[in-house]
């Protein structure tokens, strides 16, 4: 490790800067990750519930769109009653 290394050689600063740099990009990994992730179960259950909607079965949309956001958030009940406000206000403009 390159980190080590320089530690090693008495360049604490230099080592302490490479860690923050694979850390930083450590992080950005996880964020694009996590975001390609949400897509794909947006898709998903997006489909999902388009295609209820298209049988005219509201009670599956509804729990596609339940589903969604449980997928996406698991136990965070804020972020999930957000993505279940904003599903709710695009199925009232789609409807009307």
């Given at each position: 490790?390159?980190?080590?290394?320089?530690?090693g050689e008495g360049k604490s600063r230099l080592a302490r800067a490479a860690l923050r740099r694979t850390a930083d990009?450590?992080?950005?990994?996880?964020?694009e990750r996590r975001a390609?992730?949400?897509?794909?179960?947006?898709?998903l259950?997006?489909?999902e519930?388009?295609?209820a909607?298209?049988?005219?079965?509201?009670?599956?949309?509804a729990d596609a769109i339940v589903a969604m956001a449980?997928?996406?958030h698991g136990d965070q009940i804020g972020d999930r009653?957000?993505?279940?406000?904003?599903?709710g206000a695009a199925l009232d403009e789609f409807g009307n």
């Open positions: 490790m390159n980190a080590r290394r320089l530690a990009t450590i992080g950005r990994e996880e964020e390609a992730h949400a897509e794909r179960i947006t898709t259950f997006g489909l519930r388009d295609i909607l298209a049988a005219y079965d509201g009670e599956a949309a449980e997928s996406l009653c957000k993505t279940l406000i904003a599903e």
